[in-house]
């Protein structure tokens, strides 16, 4: 379905999905198997060559993960989607095929600390290496760049903080290298904002969070704008020079736009094997089909309650990027018209003791380490999910160890204004 002929409301329920033609149950099944039968002999070979396209084991293609993947790209403008065991693999699938032993990327200093850890010390396995930046600071990435810096990645809504990127400025720097910039669009999802517009060549998604909303199930994304051209130096040798793995076959001198989607599966899939289960397919699915709703019910609620505790007497600062008062206020109106998310921090006058306080009084609030769900969650970050992290890193990173995360969910603002209340006094 093309996304210039329907609007968003009825891309997320109808794009990529038929009446099945065996049973025509209208409701996507879930192909749950692992192989599927060649026509002939000659077929296997046309698979298995990449000359035809088509379905040959789960680890590569699943028809129920299809859907999601045809689904996802739409609503996000992309030619493509593979989709992922978790967001965490969606990001080194979105390097592996452009980056060698020795490569580099340059990345914010705002990204989920799981994140962090992957970049820091994880992806030293593969020979890569990150250099980090403060985005607010884009100058900073000229004079970290090099001969062997192959991506630029950020977050377009900053986990944990909630801050919004300027895309453009960034897709700037990007394009004067010849490098993709690859935005992690988890937190603000497509409805609230379109990466490629500004200039994003990739976009990964943790599914596991709004996409999906259920907390159900794990997975991850990433998606291809198609307009990166892989030839135009030799930085991207996986893309365009000729592959081993398929008798020298050159990706993008034979697929073009959708070398990198093609490779992902036909290479990083097959030889990784992050692989969503189709079960969890079907359920990200079923979230997806209400994303515009939920996101317009989050932003409502995070917008209420931040402009509440930004007032509070034991609040120090509120982060969301939502408030009047935010000094990226005028980057929410150009790139995040619809609103600045629903995640962002508290930090507490009380002190780390007050952040303990809070979030053990909380009724309401879920003390969990998921976010984007339709339930309000709440998390001490230092403590936690960004434990991993050096103080130096945390306090880049705006998680001191006096900051709360919250992640407003579609309840009632009301009911969980009366929590935070309760919990604060």
């Known amino acids: 379905m093309q996304k210039n002929i329907y609007k968003f409301d009825t891309l997320q329920v109808h794009a990529g999905s038929r009446p099945d033609p065996s049973t025509g149950a209208r409701q996507v099944p879930i192909y749950q198997n692992t192989a599927y039968v060649f026509k002939s002999i000659l077929h296997a070979e046309a698979l298995f060559d990449l000359k035809e396209l088509g379905h040959i084991y789960s680890r590569l293609s699943n028809p129920t993960v299809s859907v999601l993947q045809e689904r996802i790209a739409t609503l996000e403008g992309g030619i493509g989607a593979i989709c992922s065991s978790s ?50 600071d884009a100058t900073q990435i000229a004079k ?14 900053s986990n944990p903080g909630g801050h919004v990127t300027n895309l ?50 794990l997975g991850g994304a990433v998606i291809d704008s ?43 899939l ?5 692989t969503m289960a189709p079960q969890n397919a079907f359920h990200t699915l079923l979230g997806l089909e209400t994303l515009s709703l939920r996101m317009r019910k989050h932003v409502t609620n995070a917008k209420r309650i931040a402009e509440w505790l930004n007032n509070h007497p034991e609040v120090g600062e509120v982060t969301y990027a939502g408030l009047k008062s935010s000094k990226y206020a005028n980057i929410v109106r150009k790139i995040y018209p619809k609103g600045a998310g629903a995640l962002f921090t508290i930090s507490l006058k009380g002190g780390y003791d007050a952040c303990l306080k809070l979030v053990n ?21 230092a403590s936690t999910v960004h434990r991993q992290l050096t103080k130096e890193q945390q306090i880049s990173a705006g998680l001191a160890p006096n900051v709360v995360r919250l992640s407003i969910g579609i309840e009632d603002p009301i009911d969980l204004i009366k929590d935070l209340k309760q919990a604060l006094e």
């Not at 200093?109 to 799981?114: A, F």
């Not at 453009?168 to 935005?183: G, Q």
């Not at 409805?191 to 907390?215: E, M, Q, R, W």
């Open 87 to 136: 967001g965490h693999a969606a990001q080194i699938l979105a390097l592996f095929p452009l980056m060698q032993p020795g490569d580099n990327l340059i990345a914010s200093t705002r990204l989920y600390g799981g994140t962090v850890q992957q970049f820091t010390n994880t992806i030293k396995k593969f020979g890569w290496e990150v250099k980090f930046v403060d985005v607010d």
């Open 144 to 157: 970290l760049a090099n001969k062997k810096t192959k991506a630029i990645f950020c977050e377009s809504i």
């Open 168 to 217: 453009p400025e960034i897709a700037e720097y990007a394009k004067r290298l010849s490098i993709p910039l690859i935005v992690d669009n988890t937190a603000a999802t497509p409805y609230l904002c379109n990466p490629f517009k500004y200039g994003a060549d990739l976009i990964v998604h943790s599914t596991t969070k709004y996409i999906s909303g259920n907390g159900t199930s």
């Open 226 to 268: 198609g307009n990166f051209d892989w030839s135009q130096n030799d930085l991207f040798p996986s893309l365009s020079g000729p592959e081993p793995g398929y008798h020298g076959l050159k990706f993008h001198d034979t697929f073009g736009p959708y070398a990198f989607v093609i490779y992902s599966i036909a290479v990083s």
């Open 270 to 274: 097959r030889d990784l094997g992050m």
């Open 361 to 381: 009084k909380v009724n309401l609030f879920s003390h969990v380490s998921n976010l984007g769900d339709t339930r309000s969650l709440i998390i001490h970050p």
